[in-house]
């Protein structure tokens, strides 16, 4: 889409980047703003969000982005926001990322070119923030309104780094309790992703990834930053063919201007018939290596992460956990937490870190004041004012430190008893009206235990009870999905932030969260919490 009507902008250019027989690279240049602000004629939010260009054949490129200079902008609140800067980085296939900072006058002009090389490095910036005059004339709905003008900022849902998974088996692997690396790892990316995909099936080769799950991504609306493409377990083509198959995969996708990331699959354990597969395996992950490096693309190297001394699938990643088959193909849950960490690294080094969309929006008065930011203990209970409990459960706590708001914690003792929760219930729902939901939740769950973990679990509520319908989160979890298991996640890897859009169905006037732990057993101390806890109606407010 295009910038509104009217802001200035300038085209900058950049390359041929060539090496040293004069060969064009291969690669991206990706850009960002360093703030978020609003084109006061129509008071449509620009909210930063990597543009990612790739290269030529040429090894050039371009791209318009608005000039830093312009005076069009606000922040939303009446004041003139100018001078922030971009900031880019040049990916060059095999080559370290460079980044800078510039800025991006256009001194009035519109329309003006400049080449990337000729833009002086400065230091970054969210921009001036000044009080504009309380007369002011703008286009509101297509007329001139003069005098003191008021723009009211539409609360949207922040889709600022998108990123998608394909694979077999291994990626869509979700038992009883477990959670798959490949939802595991975009949520403990925090900030750095604001929404993801996961597209896999078991027993899927290579060309099922290209022939039924690529046209899925291609299909996003937006197209994500990144395609993780994680496939070749269940192959028994030759190194060559499975190269041939992965480049009508990663194609598309450069062409889209989504990063590939690649991926080596997981050794097998040893015993009987791995032997050969094994020798496979390893000879097709030297190859991957060596197209990330050729290529500049990330690699997922699950052999190299889940692989003991001889090579195999190393013992602690076998045994059955959390509801995972142990069948030695298949990673446990400590396997996926292992993967997850080294995907959420990827991610973050790829996509920079954005501000929470609940933090960017205004938090509607009701969920304010409420229980939604567990602002009140009246009693001092360790439960905020307006939550439910019920089950067994360790000594719950209200735990300031959330970005806003507290946290609502509840804790689960060493060998204690399990299967409570606390219940937060939202009324006032509409059926047939489109809400953006979002939350924060943060884990301390070292031990696996016997089938026990913590987490939140979402269901649309109606006037009678529970609707029989769990809340779907078509845009971070497969629909059909209804929580987030946080087995093994610890308080090390941060807080995660997640951000959906569901339309209610008929009958629902509510929308229930539990936090708590499900399970048979508890071996080891610990605990979930929630803040932020968030609910929109976009149909209401006109945007949905």
């Known amino acids: 889409m295009a910038l509104p009507d009217g802001v200035l902008t300038v085209t ?31 008071g449509a939010p620009i909210l930063p969000r990597p543009i990612v260009v790739p290269l030529g054949i040429d090894g050039t490129g371009s791209v318009v982005l608005a000039a830093t200079d312009e005076d069009g902008f606000t922040d939303g609140a009446g004041n003139s926001v100018t001078d922030w800067t971009y900031d880019v980085e040049t990916r060059l296939a095999g080559r370290v990322g460079i980044r800078s900072t510039f800025a991006l006058p256009a001194l009035g002009v519109q329309g003006l070119t400049v080449d990337l090389d000729e833009l002086v490095p400065v230091r970054s910036s969210a921009g001036t923030t000044v009080a504009l005059p309380a007369v002011s004339s703008v286009s509101v709905n297509g007329q001139a309104q003069t005098g003191a003008v008021e723009i009211e900022v539409p609360p949207v849902a922040v889709r600022s780094s998108v990123v998608a998974t394909i694979g077999d088996s291994i990626t869509a692997q979700n038992a009883s309790y477990t959670e798959s690396y490949a939802k595991l790892g975009p949520s403990m990316a925090g900030a750095n992703v604001s929404h993801f995909r996961v597209y896999a099936v078991g027993g899927y080769v290579l060309q099922d990834l290209h022939d039924n799950l690529l046209p899925q991504v291609l299909a996003m609306d937006p197209l994500p930053i990144s395609c993780l493409i994680a496939g070749g377990t269940n192959d ?15 194609d598309p996708l450069v062409a889209a201007g989504i990063t590939p990331i690649l991926w ?18 390893a000879a097709w ?5 060596r197209l990330g490096v050729a290529k500049g693309w990330p690699v997922l190297d699950a052999q190299a992460l889940l692989a003991g001394s001889d090579g195999y ?6 045994p059955a956990q959390q509801g995972t088959p142990g069948d030695g193909i298949h990673p446990n849950m400590s396997g996926h ?10 991610l973050k080094e790829l996509i920079p870190a954005q501000p929470s969309a609940l933090l960017q929006s205004p938090i509607d008065p009701d969920i304010s004041a409420g229980v939604g930011l567990f602002l009140n203990d009246s009693n001092s209970d360790g439960y905020a004012d307006g939550t439910i409990h019920s089950g067994t459960l360790g000594a719950p706590s209200i735990v300031p430190g959330a970005a ?29 009206h489109t809400y953006l939901i979002g939350f924060a939740l943060q884990a301390s769950l070292d031990g696996p235990g016997a089938g026990t973990v913590g987490g939140v679990t979402m269901t649309w509520r109606s006037a009678a009870g529970n609707n029989g319908t769990p809340a779907p989160d078509p845009d971070n979890i497969e629909p059909g999905h209804t929580g987030r298991s946080l087995c093994m996640v610890t308080e090390a890897d941060g807080p995660m932030y997640f951000h959906f859009v569901a339309t209610a169905p008929s009958a629902t006037t509510g929308l229930r969260a539990q936090l708590g732990f499900t399970g048979t057993a508890a071996v080891a101390a610990g605990y979930v919490q929630i803040s932020q806890y968030t609910v929109r ?8």
């Open 12 to 42: 900058v250019e950049f390359g041929p980047y060539l090496d040293d027989n004069g060969n064009p690279y291969t690669g991206t240049v990706q850009f960002w703003s360093s703030t978020p602000r609003v084109w006061a004629a129509t």
């Open 236 to 250: 028994s083509s030759t190194p060559a063919q499975l190269a041939a198959t992965l480049e009508t995969i990663t």
């Open 264 to 281: 080596c699959p997981p050794p097998r354990s040893n015993v009987a018939g791995n032997v050969t597969q094994a020798a496979a395996v």
């Open 285 to 289: 992950c030297a190859y991957v290596r």
């Open 313 to 318: 699938l190393a013992a602690e990643y076998i």
């Open 337 to 346: 937490v292992v993967l997850a960490r080294a995907y959420a690294a990827i």
């Open 404 to 432: 806003v708001g507290n946290w609502q914690r509840t804790s689960i003792a060493a060998g204690g008893g399990v299967g409570g929760s606390i219940t937060i219930d939202v009324a006032g729902l509409t059926a047939g």
């Open 537 to 544: 109606d976009l149909t209401a407010l006109g945007i949905d």
